[in-house]
């Protein structure tokens, strides 16, 4: 924090704050990345999957960040039926978040832009017209307020910067998975596959993943519909999964975490202020992924904001290009996402297995997560046509 | 009144997220709910995936 005034101050280092801090840094603004944990990357609270189209749209990919490169993935019922889905060979890997998220605020300090840990904000400067004027941060005990053009608040889950901006931003508990995960040792597990398990005794409305990092280590976790986390928390289920299919796990690391498998919020700017990623609630409703498409969300607020300053403009009726870019580029798809997620996550154990039983039968080569929705959705059109567009969309 | 049990608290910001009235503030070592401005709905005590936090009302208080 060498200056007193930047063009734009980024709030959280997460993949979607270092991509608005790398794409506003490259359309020529002064910008500060602040972080309030001593390391980036660290503690990680994602189990790591992320698509081969997801993460290449918006990084070079450095082989450094992959654990394990996923070839199959098989979807298992409550009755343990497996499901195998035809993939293509380059879906998808497994990467250490540790190194990926580094690396990222390394390309923005590469960039030019100034990166600072250990910095907590705790509030927002606002002129008299509630403009957004810079941050109120906590710096190793100093209280520091910094200026700034424009603010991005990129403060994931936890974001705060959005309501302090006066945006509605608190999440419905039935759009709120409350998550739990082990990283494990010492198990037997194909690198290749991921598996993910549905039903009310794994993961009631979420469900359970095996993500495989190679070396016999795996992220396993799983998420729990806010509704639905009366017969256990998120922690005890998964304690009972390990306990009874990988006895003789080492358990490495624990994690706790809140996924918003929520449509975007109506409004992520205001004036001064853009929101990305988990803040502005762009996971993927179903799948609750939210490392690409926050680093989508991320580029084009940088992108906006770097424009809005060489045009002078912060006012929200400029930022609000930003929002228009994300509603195209994903928004509008996470809609349909949403409505479909709606669904699926309150089909009944039976339902489930009986969905299972049906498409086992289709030949595995042609089993796509399309056909599977296709005999899901077979007397409910809207919802197919949401699949349908959704697919073609991503 | 929400009580934390920092012990099994993992900062993870569940809590804070799903808070409506933001009553909760994380910073890198501590989780913090303010009395005066939480409204008692216990949706954080829901949602904490480690059972971290319990409402501690009036009622119950006998
Ligand atoms: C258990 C779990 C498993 C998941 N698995 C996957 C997966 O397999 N694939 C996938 O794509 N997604 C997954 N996700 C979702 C994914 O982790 C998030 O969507 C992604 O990290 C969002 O990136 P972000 O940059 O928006 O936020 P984050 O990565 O959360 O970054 C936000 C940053 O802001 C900082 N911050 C917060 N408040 C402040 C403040 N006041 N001052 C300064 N800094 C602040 C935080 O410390 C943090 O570093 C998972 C999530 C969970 C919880
Ligand atoms: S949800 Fe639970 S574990 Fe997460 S920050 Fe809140 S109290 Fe802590
Ligand atoms: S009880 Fe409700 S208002 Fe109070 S801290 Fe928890 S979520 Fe916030």
């Given at each position: ?132 004027t810079g941050v109120k941060l906590d710096y190793m005990g100093k209280k520091l307020e910094i200026a700034s053009k424009i603010v991005i608040g990129a403060d994931g889950v936890e974001s705060r910067v ?7 931003t608190a999440v419905k508990i039935k759009d709120m998975e409350s998550c739990a995960q082990f990283t494990v040792a010492g198990i037997n597990v194909d690198p290749g596959k991921i598996l993910f398990y ?197 | ?17 799903i808070c409506p009235a933001d009553a909760i503030a994380m910073s890198e070592l501590k989780l913090r709910i303010d009395p005066d401005t939480c409204i008692n709905c216990d949706l954080c005590v829901i ?16």
């Amino acid at each position: 924090m060498k200056q007193v005034k930047y063009d734009v101050i980024v709030v959280g280092a997460g993949p979607a704050g270092s991509l608005a801090a790398i794409h506003a840094a490259k359309g020529g603004a002064k910008t500060l990345l602040l972080e309030k944990d001593r390391d980036i990357g660290y503690p990680v609270r994602c189990a790591e999957g992320v698509s081969h189209i997801g993460l290449t749209n918006y990084v070079a990919l450095d082989p450094r960040w992959i654990r394990s490169t996923i070839k199959d993935a098989i979807l298992i019922a409550p009755d343990s039926t497996q499901v195998p889905v035809a993939t293509n060979n380059e879906m998808g890997y497994i990467i250490d978040r540790r190194i990926f998220d580094y690396d990222l605020a390394m390309l923005a300090a590469k960039e030019g832009v100034e990166v600072q840990t250990k910095a907590y904000v705790y509030d927002l400067l606002k002129a008299e017209n509630g403009a957004v004027t810079g941050v109120k941060l906590d710096y190793m005990g100093k209280k520091l307020e910094i200026a700034s053009k424009i603010v991005i608040g990129a403060d994931g889950v936890e974001s705060r910067v959005g309501r302090w901006a006066g945006l509605h931003t608190a999440v419905k508990i039935k759009d709120m998975e409350s998550c739990a995960q082990f990283t494990v040792a010492g198990i037997n597990v194909d690198p290749g596959k991921i598996l993910f398990y549905f039903g009310e005794s794994w993961a009631p409305g979420g469900y359970l993943w095996v993500f495989p990092k190679g070396n016999n280590l795996a992220n396993i976790g799983l998420g729990v519909n806010g509704e639905r986390t009366g017969l256990g928390c998120a922690l005890d289920l998964l304690s009972k999964f390990l306990k009874n299919h990988y006895p003789e796990a080492s358990i490495l690391t624990t994690v706790a975490g809140g996924v918003p498998v929520a449509k975007t919020l109506k409004r992520i700017t205001t004036d001064g202020l853009l929101l990305v990623g988990d803040a502005a609630r762009t996971v993927n409703p179903i799948s609750g992924g939210g490392i690409a498409t926050g680093m989508l969300s991320g580029k084009l607020a940088g992108e906006i904001a770097a424009e809005a300053i060489e045009k002078g403009d912060f006012s929200n009726s400029y930022l609000e290009n930003y929002s228009k870019k994300w509603s195209k580029a994903q928004g509008k798809n996470h809609e349909r996402l949403y409505r479909v997620k709606e669904v699926i996550f309150r089909l009944t154990d039976e339902e489930l297995n009986s969905l299972a039983a049906k498409v086992i039968n289709i030949p595995v080569s042609e089993r796509t997560l399309l056909r599977i929705f296709k005999t899901l959705f077979m007397n409910r059109p809207a919802l197919m046509k949401d699949i349908l567009l959704a697919i073609a969309g991503l | 009144m929400i009580q934390i049990d920092d012990n099994r608290c993992d900062l993870c910001g569940a809590c804070v997220g799903i808070c409506p009235a933001d009553a909760i503030a994380m910073s890198e070592l501590k989780l913090r709910i303010d009395p005066d401005t939480c409204i008692n709905c216990d949706l954080c005590v829901i949602v904490c995936p480690f059972n971290a936090l319990e409402a501690e009302h009036e009622a119950s208080k006998v």
